[in-house]
């Protein structure tokens, strides 16, 4: 507790890598949750210990083909209902869980626990500088009120520059 | 009705260019004429492309809108803002095209004859699962037999399968699947274990034992009204169907609509709400045949709810931070279960109280059947911790289910061991 300011936690996590479940990290974290304040994302400073897995082939590979496609890519429903993802979109399913993990930390309090649920829709849209945008509709699963909610979220892709959510 | 006769306009436009996910249709019938104007008001409202599919023509009769998912928001709040009550008619219209046409391929996949050829690895529509019970029940006439212990509210068979070597009102154990109808890793697993008992005891192995001096209950379709809707229109649908007066959406929590702190906190007052209670305790028919057979049994020694997703494994309380009285056994007999499911694929379980260990919940399943007098009454909340949640990918089915009837097993046992 930090009178005045809120509560502060610190946390030692170890990440696994779901695609290379051997393989773990660990990290610590500082999350402070406002007082008050349920408008504002809970502050985090994350320092990790150790390498994450070079992953720039396959980031090159997808990264190429989506920037090859002629029509824009469209999916919904990631997975479907009985647990299935093709191939081909695990890209777009992971980057998916990147945009969740920003919408998860604007939207978490002390008293919510988020997971993403599914992949409502997803919309490739094209630009002229070298990111990939993926307007994202995902289904967010609320542990505690056990909703399940509906969020508009766009994300950019670089292989060098990596994933963020512009601020619009 | 009309109903078809537009989704089939639809379906021709969707296979075009546009789809339809995400937009509801709401019904609004007004009762006033302040409320038409307040609809016919939103049809002058370009922005919202809004499709009325019902126009508002005079008070009483129903006004039906397709709403896209953009404009939602909006005309709710116009709606609500004037005190005008609306009903959700179709929650996903793209989600029942795309049923639609994939219903017209599964009428061409093939059904299993035996309980030997069924894809245990698949999951499966209600029919199929009904279809599953009875040939279990052909195939096992001495050991299995299928009760009719109520009517859902769309009226559909609420059944149970009975496993029994005999005598009289034995001492009996219950298991449940499904109450929760997006949880589908359960209703697969309900369908695996009822098999499984069955070879054990064809094989005098595993529960054949318990089978000498208990009887096991196990109801695999505890919500169907739910899961019918999650195969059609909403794969995250989580409540019943029911519509009470005055409610303005649909479904009740099942799982939150017990007599034990029915209403208190850990439970929502609004029907909109994924938790609602309910207008009052056992209004739901799929609660209250469950009730009604615990009681008249009244010889039931171990009742397990099984849940998905969080790996947890729960005892009472959930209403009340008030420890149970068995909490020190339950919580010894819960360490051992979860050793057991975990020896098999290394799957970690937390376990303990559900208030301390998930969050507070008023008005569950095992909360009453403790205060009832069952002693060994369980809570499981099965793979995984979130990765795929609701949508386990059906290759985890028969691993969920084998390593969590060790666990059963466990408890069963136990059961048999401590009678009371």
């Given at each position: 507790d930090i009178d005045d300011v809120g509560h502060k936690y610190y946390l030692e996590l170890e990440l696994e890598d779901v695609l290379d479940k051997d393989r773990t990290v660990s990290c610590t974290a500082e999350v402070l949750y406002h007082l008050g304040s349920k408008t504002s994302a809970p502050d985090v400073q994350l320092t990790v210990q150790g390498e994450l897995r070079s992953t720039e082939e396959a980031d090159k590979e997808f990264y190429n083909r989506i920037r090859s496609l002629e029509k824009e890519l469209v999916a919904e429903n990631i997975p479907d209902s009985h647990g299935n993802v093709p191939p081909e979109l695990e890209p777009i399913h992971l980057l998916a869980w990147v945009a969740s993990g920003y919408v998860i930390w604007q939207n978490s309090t002390e008293n919510t626990k988020f997971h993403?649920?599914?992949?409502k829709h997803v919309k490739q849209v094209k630009r002229n500088d070298e990111d990939l945008q993926f307007d994202f509709v995902l289904l967010l699963h609320e542990m505690v009120s056990q909703e399940v909610l509906p969020w508009e979220v766009t994300l950019l892709w670089h292989p060098q520059r990596g994933a963020r959510v512009p601020q619009s | 009705m009309r109903l078809p006769v537009l989704l089939a306009a639809l379906v021709a436009v969707a296979t075009c260019t546009e789809t339809f996910f995400g937009h509801q249709v709401l019904r609004v019938v007004p009762q006033s004429n302040e409320e038409l104007q307040k609809v016919q008001e939103?049809?002058?409202?370009?922005?919202?492309q809004l499709d009325f599919w019902l126009a508002p023509r005079r008070l009483g009769l129903p006004v039906d809108i397709r709403v896209p998912f953009r404009s939602l928001q909006a005309v709710k709040a116009h709606l609500e803002a004037s005190g005008v009550s609306y009903s959700?008619?179709?929650?996903?219209v793209q989600a029942l095209l795309d049923e639609e046409q994939t219903e017209m391929l599964r009428s061409s996949r093939q059904r299993a004859v035996d309980t030997t050829t069924f894809n245990y690895e698949a999951y499966h529509t209600i029919d199929e699962i009904y279809n599953f019970m009875d040939m279990l029940v052909a195939e096992n006439p001495n050991l299995v037999s299928k009760l009719e212990i109520g009517r859902s509210t769309e009226n559909r068979p609420l059944y149970v399968l009975k496993f029994s070597t005999?005598?009289?009102?034995?001492p009996a154990i219950w298991i449940d699947t499904?109450?929760?109808?997006?949880?589908?890793v359960t209703q697969a697993s309900g369908v695996w274990f009822a098999k499984k008992i069955v070879q054990d005891h064809a094989n005098n192995e595993g529960v054949a034992s318990i089978l000498e001096t208990m009887d096991i209950f196990l109801e695999?379709?505890?919500n169907p009204d739910g899961f019918a809707y999650t195969h059609t229109?909403?794969?995250?649908w989580r409540k019943t169907r029911s519509r009470h007066a005055g409610a303005i959406c649909v479904g009740v929590d099942p799982n939150r609509n017990?007599?034990?702190?029915?209403?208190?906190?850990?439970?929502?007052?609004?029907?909109?709400?994924?938790t609602y209670h309910g207008p009052?305790?056992?209004?739901?028919p799929e609660v209250k045949s469950i009730v009604d057979f615990v009681k008249s049994h009244g010889n039931i020694k171990a009742f397990v709810s099984i849940h998905s997703y969080s790996q947890l494994l729960l005892y009472p309380y959930?209403?009340?931070?008030?420890?149970?009285?068995d909490e020190q056994e339950l919580h010894e007999l819960s360490a051992k279960a979860v050793a057991a499911l975990s020896s098999l694929y290394g799957t970690k379980f937390k376990y303990g109280s559900i208030i301390t260990t998930i969050y507070r919940a008023s008005g569950s399943t095992v909360d009453w059947t403790y205060n009832q007098g069952i002693k060994y009454s369980f809570t499981f909340e099965l793979?995984?911790?979130?990765?795929?949640?609701?949508?386990?990918?059906?290759?985890q089915i028969v691993p969920t289910a084998q390593e969590t009837w060790l666990a059963l097993k466990v408890i069963m046992e136990h059961a048999r061991d401590n009678i009371y």
């Open positions: 993403l649920a599914q992949v | 939103l049809q002058d409202l370009e922005h919202l959700i008619m179709i929650e996903d005999g005598g009289t009102n034995r499904g109450i929760h109808s997006r949880e589908w695999i379709v505890t229109k909403n794969r995250m017990w007599d034990a702190g029915f209403g208190d906190a850990g439970a929502s007052g609004n029907s909109c709400s994924e009052y305790p056992n209004s739901e959930g209403y009340t931070e008030t420890p149970a009285p793979r995984d911790t979130g990765r795929y949640g609701f949508l386990l990918p059906a290759n």
